[in-house]
């Protein structure tokens, strides 16, 4: 299988460049973004929809506004819903482009990670979150054998939770799924600016969306009952606005706060994907998103004449 990645970090127009060229070579987006599988997660997430209709053809997508903000939406659910698209697009002749900007999910596909235990479920674990940390260890020891037992973090909820799952699983025999194991041959491409650029490039960008609406749109979910504490698990901005929304903090205070956060993670990121160049992927960075460049490579690609 073949397919071409394109990502980095976060403002350096991953989008755009992935729907330019999955529009030259007639190709098909599969998001790997960990918040823009949910619905009404638009402005906050950079979804850019309208990115995919304009130049007259629209270039399909796999994977964008398929669970509401209040559902989980784990590793296992991704990598069974992109391991899909990516065959389906394959199965019709077309380029599968995985684009996004969340590492552990482009390394999960392309070394074919196999998780341990099966899925989580959502009924079991809204039992499980009932009882209280004392309960759930002694459950944990009572079912897990002594290797998953020692291994599992005992300072943290949701490792236990996680644990006992997983305990419970083995007791009672479900088997786990198995993935392919991994793509065998894919081009990674990344926008590349120079870091001052790169935090210009963050602050114009969040002060774009602050006028689209990030407020109002934070206040949407917040009326249809999303939690404060929900908005948490949302990303940065759905978390500050949310602060401000509830008189934490002030606009301007909002704001800079936000746009700090929003800088700390884009090194953060960089950071993951130095990991992933040590750990052998090429990552062929584009001065500026240069789409001739990205081009040549995408050719070459396809013909067989580099990796």
Known sequence: M?????????????????VALARRYGGEIISADSRQVYRRLDI????????????????????????EPDEEFHLFRYL????????????????????GGTPLYLNAILDGYQLEGPPPDQARRQQLEKLNDSQLLQRLQELAPPELFARTDKTQRRRILRAVEMAEDLVSGRPAPVFPPGIDDYLILAPHYPRPIVHQRIAERLDARLAQGLVEEVQGLLEE????????????????????????????????TLLAHIRQFCKRQDIWFRKMEREGKVIHWLPEGDFDQACALIESFLDGRNS
């Open 80 to 99: 069974q819903l992109a391991w899909q698209a990516l065959e389906d697009v394959t199965a019709r002749g077309k380029l599968p482009f995985l684009v």
């Open 225 to 256: 009952g999303i939690t404060p504490e929900r908005l948490d698990w949302l990303g940065l901005e759905y978390r500050y606005v949310g602060k401000y929304l509830s008189g934490e903090l002030t606009l301007p205070e909002m704001r800079d």
């Open 2 to 18: 073949k397919a071409i990645v394109i990502t980095g970090p976060t403002a350096t127009g991953k989008t755009h460049l992935a």
């Open 44 to 67: 906050g997430t950079g979804k850019d929809l309208q990115e995919y209709s304009e130049g007259g053809t629209t270039v399909p997508t796999h994977l964008l506004d398929i669970v």
